[in-house]
Structures are given as structure tokens and as C-alpha cells.
């Protein structure tokens, strides 16, 4: 049996989609919650670099003494002359990779570069010199 359906009133409201306060609320929303999170996201990414290029100065540091070890070892103890053979002003890469002297499972293939004068640069912009004499890898 058909029951008459009466037309909806004026003014009432339809559910076939939002009002546009419901809209406006939801992208406020997306925007507070974008506000937070971008700059927490830029965050990690500066420690992650700061991070990666600890790293990297450790293993330099622990190879240049075993580098040192291993020549003592064999009766002439030194320092590498270099680092590596990369070019000054560089950045690291497959072809030019930094610290081969050293690191004995390859180079450094990104983000550091060389200076004109031989100066390391780290991810996190840390600036390194290698001083052969004595074997420091250290922090300008």
C-alpha cells in the first residue's frame, strides 16, 4: 500500500550532503591539525640529518685509528696522507665518494660536500678537518 509523501518544508533540512558550516568547521580542523604537523615533520628531518652525520664522523674517527693500528701493526705507524681522493669542491656522490681512505665498505656517496680548502660539510652543515699529522677529524 502507497502512503502519500509530503514534500519537504521550506526551511527543513535535506540529507543529501553538508551545510557549509559543517564544511568550513571540517577545514579549520585539517588546518589546525596541518599547522602542528609540518613543522614537527621539519623537525625530525633536522635531526635525522644531525643524526646521520654523527654517525658518519664516529665511523670517520674509529677508521682513521684503525687505519693507524693496522700500519703501527706493520711497523710504520701513520695517519692517511687523505681522506680520499674526492675533489674539492664536490658534493659526494656514486662517483666521487668521500672518506674511501678510511671506510672500508666504500665512501660516503651523499649529502656532504668539499670545500675549496679541503673542509668537510656535513647533512646538518657541521664543519670537519681532516689534519693528517695527528689523525683528527674534527669539528670547526
Known amino acids: 500500500m502507497n502512503t502519500p509523501t509530503s514534500p519537504p518544508r521550506a526551511g527543513s533540512r535535506s540529507d543529501a550532503g553538508f551545510t557549509l558550516i559543517e564544511l568550513v568547521v571540517i577545514i579549520l580542523i585539517l588546518g589546525v591539525l596541518s599547522a602542528v604537523a609540518v613543522p614537527i615533520f621539519v623537525d625530525l628531518r633536522t635531526q635525522a640529518n644531525a643524526a646521520a652525520e654523527e654517525g658518519v664522523v664516529g665511523n670517520v674517527r674509529s677508521a682513521i685509528g684503525l687505519y693507524y693500528a693496522n700500519q703501527a701493526a706493520s711497523g710504520t705507524p701513520r695517519y692517511p696522507g687523505s681522506l680520499d681522493a674526492g675533489a674539492n669542491n664536490s658534493t659526494a656522490s656514486n662517483t ?36 693528517s699529522a695527528s689523525g683528527q677529524f674534527a669539528k670547526q
Open 96 to 131: 666521487n665518494q668521500f672518506f674511501t681512505t678510511v671506510l672500508a665498505q666504500g665512501g660516503v656517496q651523499r649529502d656532504w660536500r668539499k670545500n675549496g680548502t679541503g673542509q668537510y660539510v656535513g647533512p646538518a652543515a657541521g664543519v670537519y678537518v681532516y689534519t
